[in-house]
């Protein structure tokens, strides 16, 4: 319901007035580009000044450019500029005023381009430059982040295992041993069906509850066991770490584990 609300009021009222106001765009293009950017703009030098005119007319003759203000350029612009008035920060560079431009151009006579992707430097008669330090340091900036991203994918671990000590402190099981209940919160994030095993880590403790289990592609499971302190001695009146783990037993290599906490009595 709220996206469906979202995009008729964007899409239905708003229009736009989310490019000119919620659209980041603008603001990160205002600082990233340099007069060697590729943009979309009106080349003034050609098409002032601009006026109406007849098709088969010479409008050097009339003292005119190439635009004939028909201002289609501003009536298909999505954000409503003149992109004759030169780059501005509502413009979210979608090439519909060269679009139309180039359409008015054919219909004249004209060359095509009055209003093309360039840059300042070619506009006002030089070259672009294509390597820049800004345009190699965005380059290297993105090829470590994609590289970080690629990394982070095939470093992630495809188990996960969270532990949850019940709120209960502690109990005294028919044997007079001291126990604690956890819930363990597993994930399997393959694309097959896997078998893992449930350790507990060195110290005076043992695992009670299901040591296998099967998880489904991307199934979750919430795990119920329960540790018993073997030798109350060790810590007796203390809250003592101990380490849940568990091993994927078709693959050595994926193992997860969780610290957690046992809390003892005093006495």
């Not at 139309?100 to 054919?106: G, I, Q």
């Amino acid at each position: 319901f709220f996206f469906t609300a979202a995009t008729y009021i964007n899409a239905g009222w708003l229009r736009e007035k989310v490019c000119l106001h919620m659209c980041p765009y603008s603001r990160f293009q205002s600082v990233m580009f340099d007069a060697d950017t590729l943009v979309v703009a009106y080349d003034a030098a050609r098409g002032e000044s601009r006026g109406a005119r007849r098709k088969d007319s010479d409008p050097r003759a009339q003292g005119l450019g190439d635009c004939i203000d028909c201002t289609l350029c501003v009536q298909v612009c999505p954000t409503g500029i003149d992109i004759r008035d030169g780059l501005q920060l509502d413009c979210i560079g979608c090439g519909a005023c060269a679009d139309v431009c180039d359409s008015v151009m054919d219909r004249m006579g004209y060359a095509r381009g009055l209003v093309r992707y360039t840059s300042e430097h070619a506009l006002q008669g030089g070259r672009t430059r294509l390597f820049r330090p800004r345009l190699v340091g965005y380059a290297a900036a993105l090829l470590v982040m994609i590289g970080a991203f690629v990394w982070a994918l095939d470093e992630r671990p495809l188990l996960s295992l969270d532990v949850t000590r019940d709120r209960t402190l502690y109990r005294e099981n028919t044997h007079g041993q001291i126990e604690n209940m956890y819930r363990l919160k597993l994930i399997n994030k393959t694309q097959q069906q896997r078998e893992y095993g449930v350790f507990l880590g060195e110290g005076p403790f043992e695992l009670h509850g299901r040591r296998q289990v099967s998880l489904a592609p991307g199934e979750i499971l919430d795990l119920p066991v329960s540790v018993t302190l073997v030798d109350a001695k060790q810590t007796q009146g203390l809250t003592r770490e101990l380490r849940f783990e568990v091993r994927d037993l078709d693959d050595p290599a994926s193992v997860v584990d969780t610290r957690s906490t046992f809390v003892a009595p005093a006495r």
